[in-house]
C-alpha cells in the first residue's frame, strides 16, 4: 500500500522560510516522478513544482519560481520542498504526490496518489 506522509508545515510571517519533507513508502519510487502542489481553501489545487526520477530536471510554478526549490533523496523515498521569501498568498495544504506519466505533468489529475498534507500559514 502506497503511503505519502507529509512534514514541516507551520505559521511563518511573510518573507520567512520553511522546508517541508514528504515520505514514500509502500513501492519504489525512484522511477517516478514526483510533484508538489497546493490548495487554499475554496481554490483548486494548484501545481507548485515537480522533479523528474532522475532527479536532474525541475518545473515550478510562475507563482513560486525563484523562491522554492524541490530537491529528492531517491535511496530514502523521500522528496523536499524548500521555501523561501515566503507570502500570504502561499497560505495552503501542502501535498506531495507521484506520477507513472512518462512526461511530467503539471495537472493533480495525472498522479496517482496522495498523502494528508501538510498547512502552512503565512501571516501578514
Known amino acids: 500500500q502506497v503511503q505519502l506522509v507529509e512534514s514541516g508545515g507551520g505559521l511563518v510571517q511573510t518573507g520567512g522560510s520553511l522546508g517541508l519533507s514528504c515520505a514514500a513508502s509502500?513501492?519504489?519510487?525512484?522511477?517516478?516522478?514526483m510533484g508538489w502542489f497546493r490548495q487554499a481553501p475554496g481554490k483548486e489545487r494548484e501545481f507548485v513544482a515537480l522533479?523528474?526520477?532522475?532527479?536532474?530536471?525541475?518545473y515550478y510554478g510562475d507563482s513560486v519560481k525563484g523562491r522554492f526549490t524541490i530537491s529528492r533523496e531517491t535511496n530514502r523515498n523521500t522528496v523536499q520542498l524548500q521555501m523561501n521569501s515566503l507570502i500570504p498568498e502561499d497560505t495552503a495544504v501542502y501535498f506531495c504526490?507521484?506520477?507513472?506519466?512518462?512526461?511530467?505533468?503539471?495537472?493533480?489529475?495525472?498522479?496517482?496518489?496522495w498523502g494528508q498534507g501538510t498547512q502552512v500559514t503565512v501571516s501578514s
Open positions: 509502500g513501492r519504489t519510487f525512484e522511477s517516478l516522478h
Open positions: 522533479i523528474t526520477w532522475s532527479g536532474t530536471i525541475t
Open positions: 504526490a507521484p506520477t507513472a506519466r512518462i512526461l511530467p505533468p503539471r495537472t493533480s489529475s495525472e498522479y496517482d496518489y
